[in-house]
């Protein structure tokens, strides 16, 4: 599985390379869905934490805590 995705990877980079666009595009773009993923998962585990675990914190605190939690696992 992991050898078809890495082909179909390299034919996307590929294509992007015959048309004349660099790789920035490219890894841009997996940055900013990793991003949006990281905060959807941040606003639904402040939103569970936050009647249970969490009642007299501020959500935004919360909520940016989280999206950087993402962040650093993905870096």
């Known amino acids: 599985m992991y050898g078809l995705l890495e082909e179909k990877e390299k034919k996307i980079k590929e294509g992007m ?5 660099n790789s920035m595009p490219y890894y841009m773009s997996w940055i ?11 606003i639904i585990v402040t939103l569970i ?3 249970s675990v969490f009642p ?4 935004l605190i919360l909520i940016l805590f989280y999206w950087f939690f993402t962040w650093s696992l993905i870096g």
Do not use: F, H, R
């Not at 900013?32 to 941040?42: K, Q």
């Open 32 to 42: 900013v869905w990793y991003m949006i993923i990281g905060l959807i998962t941040a």
């Open 49 to 51: 934490l936050l009647g």
């Open 56 to 59: 007299n914190s501020d959500p």
């Open 17 to 21: 390379k015959i048309m004349g666009m």
